[in-house]
Structures are given as structure tokens and as C-alpha cells.
T-cell receptor, first 114, second 115 residues
Framework: AQKITQTQPGMFVQEKEAVTLDCTYDTSDPSYGLFWYKQPSSGEMIFLIYQGSYDQQNATEGRYSLNFQKARKSANLVISASQLGDSAMYFCAILDTNAGKSTFGDGTTLTVKP | GAVVSQHPSRVICKSGTSVKIECRSLDFQATTMFWYRQFPKQSLMLMATSNEGSKATYEQGVEKDKFLINHASLTLSTLTVTSAHPEDSSFYIC???????????FGPGTRLTVL
């Protein structure tokens, strides 16, 4: 079974500063994928970034980067230059590439202060 | 990215009635669709995985007679909450996976309130 742990229920960051959201995972599969999603109060799940277990380089998408440390089984999300619109709940998820389904962490609520 | 729609976005019904939620992939064919349930401030809990043309696979603890899932075509999956009760009130989200990538594309969700 796969498991995702997000240890930060809530985080605060000042506008324009960077913030790191923690995510650790557990899996026995050699092949897996890691995702981060943003869920604003409207409820929609917004895809942010993806890292494959065999990817050599850390994934980046604009202001989002994924700090992938395979040996530590961590996949932290770094948001640079935070904006007020970044305030939302953030979920880390691991994809079981065999079964094709994802397991989500409990989420981190990020609040960006002006 | 690919678009997934859900209908209705919000539904209020009386206890004992059945509610059908539709999930459509608008611009791609989804061989696999997933149904999640989410309580306020909590994580997404996978309810079932549906593959087009076959029976859905339910996660442990999910009553398949209560939550009927049909995936009749490559662009449509439906979730029917039968004989709904107040404890079924929740946010239901579907996602669809295409044939080419591992990415899941999420619908906007349906908020169900059972009175």
C-alpha cells in the first residue's frame, strides 16, 4: 500500500516570500509518480506539478518547484514569490502506476499574508 | 490541459431520494474514471475506480449498492447515491485519466446536501 504524509495542517507565509510545503511518501513500488494539487475554497482541484520516480531532475513549473529527495522519500513543494491568490489547501499525492490510482495526503492549508 | 465536467455542481435533496452525478471528459477519451468523496477540510478519499465497459472497483468500506457507478462510454461516468441520507452529504469529485499520460484531470466537484 502507498501512503502520503503531510505534517503541516496549516502554514502562513508573507506575500512575496517563498514557502515550502512538506510531503513524505511510502511505497514499495519502484515506479511511481508524485503530484501536487491546489484546492481553493471553490473546491476544484488544480494540478500544479508532477515528478516521476525515475526523473533525474527536480520538476519545475513557473513559481512551483518540487524538491524531490528519493532516498528520503520526500517530495516537498516550493512556492516562490507567494501571492495572495496562493492561499488554498494543497495536496500531495502518489500515483500507483500499476493500479493507476492515486493516494492523497491530508493536505496543508496555506495562508498568504499581505 | 484536458477538461472534465461534473453535473450538477450543487444538489439538495430529501432523505430517501436518489441522486445521480455525471462526470464527463469533454475533449479526450477517459478509459478510467475515479470517484472521490471529500469532507470539509479533509483529504480526498477514493471511493471507486471505473473502467469503461466493466464493473467499477470499490475501495474497502464503500457500499457498492449505495453508490452505483456506471461508466457506459469513454466520456461519461455516473455516480448514483441511492436512498440518500444526511450522512451522505459531502463533496463528490470525479477525475478522469486519458490513455496517454498518468495525469488525472479533475472535475469541479458536486456538493451534495441531504436534508
Amino acid at each position: 500500500a502507498q501512503k502520503i504524509t503531510q505534517t503541516q495542517p496549516g502554514m502562513f507565509v508573507q506575500e512575496k516570500e517563498a514557502v515550502t510545503l512538506d510531503c513524505t511518501y511510502d511505497t514499495s513500488d519502484p515506479s511511481y509518480g508524485l503530484f501536487w494539487y491546489k484546492q481553493p475554497s471553490s473546491g476544484e482541484m488544480i494540478f500544479l506539478i508532477y515528478q516521476g520516480s525515475y526523473d533525474q531532475q527536480n520538476a519545475t513549473e513557473g513559481r512551483y518547484s518540487l524538491n524531490f529527495q528519493k532516498a528520503r522519500k520526500s517530495a516537498n513543494l516550493v512556492i516562490s514569490a507567494s501571492q495572495l491568490g496562493d492561499s488554498a489547501m494543497y495536496f500531495c499525492a502518489i500515483l500507483d502506476t500499476n493500479a493507476g490510482k492515486s493516494t492523497f495526503g491530508d493536505g496543508t492549508t496555506l495562508t498568504v499574508k499581505p | 490541459g484536458a477538461v472534465v465536467s461534473q453535473h450538477p455542481s450543487r444538489v439538495i435533496c430529501k432523505s430517501g431520494t436518489s441522486v445521480k452525478i455525471e462526470c464527463r471528459s469533454l475533449d479526450f477519451q477517459a478509459t478510467t474514471m475515479f470517484w472521490y468523496r471529500q469532507f470539509p477540510k479533509q483529504s480526498l478519499m477514493l471511493m471507486a475506480t471505473s473502467n469503461e465497459g466493466s464493473k467499477a472497483t470499490y475501495e474497502q468500506g464503500v457500499e457498492k449498492d449505495k453508490f452505483l457507478i456506471n461508466h457506459a462510454s469513454l466520456t461519461l461516468s455516473t455516480l448514483t447515491v441511492t436512498s440518500a441520507h444526511p450522512e451522505d452529504s459531502s463533496f463528490y469529485i470525479c477525475s478522469a485519466r486519458g490513455t496517454l499520460t498518468n495525469e488525472q484531470f479533475f472535475g469541479p466537484g458536486t456538493r451534495l446536501t441531504v436534508l
